[in-house]
Structure formats: structure tokens, C-alpha cells
T-cell receptor, first 117, second 115 residues
Framework: GAVVSQHPSWVICKSGTSVKIECRSL??????MFWYRQFPKQSLMLMAT?????????EQGVEKDKFLINHASLTLSTLTVTSAHPEDSSFYIC?????????????FGEGSRLTVL | AQKITQTQPGMFVQEKEAVTLDCTYD???????LFWYKQPSSGEMIFLIY??????QNATEGRYSLNFQKARKSANLVISASQLGDSAMYFC????????????FGAGTRLTVKP
């Protein structure tokens, strides 16, 4: 199946710094990518939908200036957590669509675990 | 409003037995897709099975089958012949409409397979 890769898998940073997480579709072009956030023992919560070449669409309650999303190419979307604070510590997962989502064509990255000290 | 409901926070099953994980959903869109994903402790999301709202037959994929009851708006996952490696979190998810590409997830069920 298609492969989506996230980097880094783990990141620890100091409060106040910014962290960039990359999501790459390795063997297909992804017109749309999604960013999810998952707190421990909880479900995935959609943060934003990222379309190549246009601004991301954020879910209600997600701060646009806090979570910067850039989808500059068909194979790369980035999530930057700006001025991170301990409450931003979470598991961030990206997913990508190859064409129209139909029969499970939503491919997930391995996830990135962010810990803010 | 919660669109996907998984009422079982945790389930236990004996190895080699079958287990059913419950999922109910809420939508007014006649076109939708239902998905089940497995998330082991490593965190990656593994696609298991898909059911379309217009599909006449219940979906099956190996040891996984989906008990789709449209009138009840339920899409339970049945895992047959459980294996120790099936221990993981299981998420039910739904995508509404034909052009709406986002996917919403239930709270998840943690399955533990006992030897």
C-alpha cells in the first residue's frame, strides 16, 4: 500500500520554542493531507485539512497562529507548533489521500510524539 | 454532537475466540463510509476494513468482518480467531458525503487478547 512518513517520530523541546513536523507521501501525490492530534488514551481529533497550494482549513477551536500548516508540494505537508507549551504535548498524526477517499484510501503516518518541557 | 460512538472502553477476549467491538454512528447524509482502524502501542494507524453506505453485503477482510446494520446505524467489527497480536486500540471512523474528505473517529476500544 501507499506509504506516508512522518518526521520526527519523537521530539522533546523547551517551552517557548517552535517545532516542525513533516509529513511526506513517499510513493504517491497527495492533494489533501490531514493533521490529527491524539492525547493519551483518547481518540484522534482532526485539527486541520491541508490542501496543496492553498491555506489549510482548521477545525473549530484550533488556533491557526499556534499550529501553522504548510502544504507546499503534493508530497509534503508540515505542521509547526509555534511557541510550544507543555499543554501542546501530544501525539500528532498526519494522513494523506490519494485521489478521492473511498475504500480506505486514507494513509496514515507513523505519528510524532511531542513533549514540551 | 458525537458522530461516532464506541461504548466499550476496554474488551477482553480469550485467544482463538471471536470478539465483537461495537460502533454506532449518526449522520443524515445518505452517502457515507465507515472504517475500522487498529492502533498498536507503537502508534501507527492500520486500516482494517471499509463499509460503504450503499454496500449490500457486509464487508469482510480475512479475520475481520463488519456487521453493518444500517437501520440501527451500527457498524460493529467482528474479529474471529483472536490472536495475541490483535491486542491494540481499535477505532471506528466515518466519512460523510462523496466530496467531504475528512474522517471522524470514535473514542476507541482497547482490546486485550488473553493467552
Amino acid at each position: 500500500g501507499a506509504v506516508v512518513s512522518q518526521h520526527p517520530s519523537w521530539v522533546i523541546c523547551k517551552s517557548g520554542t517552535s517545532v516542525k513536523i513533516e509529513c511526506r507521501s513517499l510513493d504517491f501525490q497527495a492533494t489533501t493531507m490531514f493533521w490529527y492530534r491524539q492525547f493519551p488514551k483518547q481518540s484522534l481529533m482532526l485539527m486541520a485539512t491541508s490542501n496543496e497550494g492553498s491555506k489549510a482549513t482548521y477545525e473549530q477551536g484550533v488556533e491557526k497562529d499556534k499550529f501553522l500548516i504548510n502544504h507546499a508540494s503534493l508530497t509534503l505537508s508540515t505542521l509547526t507548533v509555534t511557541s510550544a507549551h507543555p499543554e501542546d504535548s501530544s501525539f500528532y498524526i498526519c494522513s494523506a489521500i490519494m485521489g478521492q477517499m473511498n475504500t480506505g484510501e486514507l494513509f496514515f503516518g507513523e505519528g510524532s510524539r511531542l513533549t514540551v518541557l | 454532537a458525537q458522530k461516532i460512538t464506541q461504548t466499550q472502553p476496554g474488551m477482553f477476549v480469550q485467544e482463538k475466540e471471536a470478539v465483537t467491538l461495537d460502533c454506532t454512528y449518526d449522520t443524515s447524509d445518505p452517502s457515507y463510509g465507515l472504517f475500522w482502524y487498529k492502533q498498536p502501542s507503537s502508534g501507527e494507524m492500520i486500516f482494517l476494513i471499509y463499509q460503504g453506505s450503499y454496500d449490500q453485503q457486509n464487508a469482510t477482510e480475512g479475520r475481520y468482518s463488519l456487521n453493518f446494520q444500517k437501520a440501527r446505524k451500527s457498524a460493529n467489527l467482528v474479529i474471529s480467531a483472536s490472536q495475541l497480536g490483535d491486542s491494540a486500540m481499535y477505532f471506528c471512523a466515518m466519512r460523510e458525503g462523496t466530496n467531504n474528505n475528512d474522517m471522524r473517529f470514535g473514542a476507541g476500544t482497547r482490546l486485550t487478547v488473553k493467552p
